[in-house]
């Protein structure tokens, strides 16, 4: 009995422990429950500006020559001389002296002519003097209109006459083959190819060289029919548009358009346009001299500048969202979405009409989970991320 109620009192003390216990931990006093903080979303801003922005469209194309000439022989002969270390690569003179050929019987043929035309002037002169004597001696002599043709020798004056001129123009053909003996640069050039060497007995029609001209080079620009419009092309005197070409080294070349082309490429349905290049063959200017020529068949990237656009806010291309509109930074650094008109669609950038004001600030960091009123903490874009000249891909609307 007597262990039965130290048992009882023990569990009694036990549960007076624990609801202790319990008292205590709830009488503790509980923390507040709060919401965590909203954090702001770091994002690069650019604060938009209207004013006047020029188009420039961002094409490519491929470098051909400007003038092209494959040089052939015109009468035959043995080539006895060549000009000096022509080669393929080398540059020429308008004027100089590329191929000779033995001109021996060339220069007996313009010797044997001169004295044809020679005789052909005593006989012309001798008939002269016939006729002063046939005028004497039929003076006063009744005779009709042809019989005095006759008496006084008029058709043997023509004939010499005649003669004259056949042995002047036979002349003229032995100067001409003599000439052609001599084979010179019909302009400045760069050797595309040479043909010849010297020994070599060549004929009338024989390709010798072929040249490409050094004073200018097209370059071939292929774009949208519908881009045609932000080109300006030369009119009245004035010239066209001002081009920047590129090539695959970087070197950079000034130039303008100077022709459309009239039709479009078969298998694109492209337009094209013609753009002249100066001096394709020297450094540009301001570059080092071992800049790279402009050679035949480059394949090139060329910044045609278009037309200006006035009142337009100008942005890069990853600003916009969805086609057609932006986040802005709004009141309280929230964003808000703005549908906005874009005038010209560009690779890197945009110009827009429409839906911005003076001041607004543009998210251009990609967020791919944005929503309206969210927070942001905007910062400017860095100088090397402004835009500064848009490069026009595929323009919109008039």
Not at 17 to 26: D, F, I, K, T
Not at 140 to 150: F, N, R, S, T, Y
Not at 306 to 322: I, K, N, Q, S
Not at 353 to 378: F, H, I, K, N
Request: net charge negative; glycine share 8%; aromatic share 2%.
């Amino acid at each position: 009995m007597a262990r039965r109620s130290q048992l009882v009192v023990s569990v009694l003390v036990l549960l007076a422990g624990v609801a202790a216990a319990v008292g205590l931990v709830m009488a503790r006093p509980q923390a507040a429950q709060t919401e965590p903080p909203e954090r702001a979303v770091p994002v690069r801003v650019i604060e938009a500006h209207r004013g006047p922005s020029a188009v420039v469209l961002d094409l490519s194309g491929t470098v051909e020559p400007s003038r092209r000439a494959d040089l052939q022989a015109e009468v035959s002969g043995r080539v006895v001389e060549l000009a000096p270390e022509l080669e393929p690569g080398v540059r020429v003179r308008k004027g100089d002296l590329l191929v000779r050929m033995d001109d021996a019987r060339y220069r007996a043929a313009v010797a044997a002519r001169r004295a044809q035309l020679a005789q052909a002037m005593v006989q012309v002169r001798e008939e002269k003097t016939q006729r002063r004597i046939a005028e004497q001696e039929w003076k006063g002599v009744d005779l009709d209109e042809d019989a005095a043709a006759i008496a006084l020798r008029e058709p043997h004056l023509e004939s010499a006459r005649a003669g004259v001129a056949s042995a002047r123009a036979q002349l003229e053909a032995a100067r001409r083959d003599l000439a052609a003996t001599r084979i010179t640069a019909p302009f400045d050039a760069v050797v595309l190819e040479k043909r010849v060497e010297i020994g070599e007995v060549v004929g009338p029609g024989v390709p010798i060289l072929s040249l490409a001209g050094t004073e200018a080079a097209w370059v071939r620009l292929f774009l949208a029919a519908d881009d045609l419009r932000w080109i300006r092309l030369p009119r009245d005197g004035e010239p066209g548009a001002a081009v920047r070409v590129v090539q695959p080294d970087g070197t950079e070349r000034r130039g303008e358009v100077v022709h459309v082309l009239g039709s479009v490429e078969r298998r694109g349905r492209q337009a094209q346009i013609l753009v002249r290049v100066d001096r394709p063959f020297d450094p540009p200017e301001g570059a080092s001299d071992g800049a790279m020529p402009l050679l035949d068949g480059t394949f090139v990237r060329a910044f045609v500048e278009g037309r200006r656009l006035d009142g337009v806010v100008e942005l890069p291309a990853r600003a916009v969202v969805e086609g057609d509109a932006v986040w802005v930074v709004g009141e309280g650094d929230r964003l808000v979405r703005k549908r906005v008109k874009i005038a010209f669609r560009a690779r890197n950038r945009v110009l827009v009409a429409e839906g911005l004001e003076d001041g607004d600030r543009v998210v251009t960091t990609p967020l791919p989970t944005a929503s309206e009123g969210m927070l942001v903490a905007p910062e400017p874009v860095a100088d090397d991320e402004a835009p500064e000249a848009v490069e026009a891909a595929a323009p919109e609307g008039p």
